[in-house]
Every structure is written in C-alpha cells, then in structure tokens.
C-alpha cells in the first residue's frame, strides 16, 4: 500500500484473501459478475449492502466466444 500512496486511484487485483484484507480500507469497488456457476476455489468476498452502495450497474448478454451474460457493477462505500 505504501507504493500506491501518491496514486489517486489505485487499483487492488485479488486473490480471494487480499480482496477480503482490502475490504476495509476500499471506497470503492468496479466489479465483474459472471452469472454462471463455474468450478472455483476462489471468490470474492460477500459485500454488505449495510455498508456499500452500487452506485452502477451494466447488464450484457455474452458474446460469441463467451456465452455468459455478465455485469459491471460499481460500489461505493457508505
């Protein structure tokens, strides 16, 4: 944390473990929802609705090499 102390918007890419530590100092979370159950071992932590708002949200149908319907949502912190 320390190298991305003069970035305005730093940016923390998982795993499942440091998504969850990152959880309390985030303010913000840009997040890809696939909806379809996929075998995993990894997955991000449950977002309290008491705690974090979706501030946005973009709904897609999949695509030729990727039949999965998909959304973007954005989180902000209460």
Do not use: N
Request: aromatic content about 16%; hydrophobic content about 35%.
């Amino acid at each position: 944390m320390a190298l991305a102390e003069d970035d305005s918007q730093p940016f923390i890419i998982g795993g499942g473990q440091i998504y969850e530590q990152a959880m309390e100092i985030a303010h913000k979370i840009e997040l890809t929802r696939v909806h379809k159950d996929y075998e995993a071992d990894t997955f991000f932590p449950f977002i309290d609705l008491s705690k974090w708002k979706i501030i946005s949200e973009e709904s897609f149908e999949g695509f030729k090499d990727e039949p999965s319907h998909f959304s973007y949502l954005t989180y902000i912190k209460k």
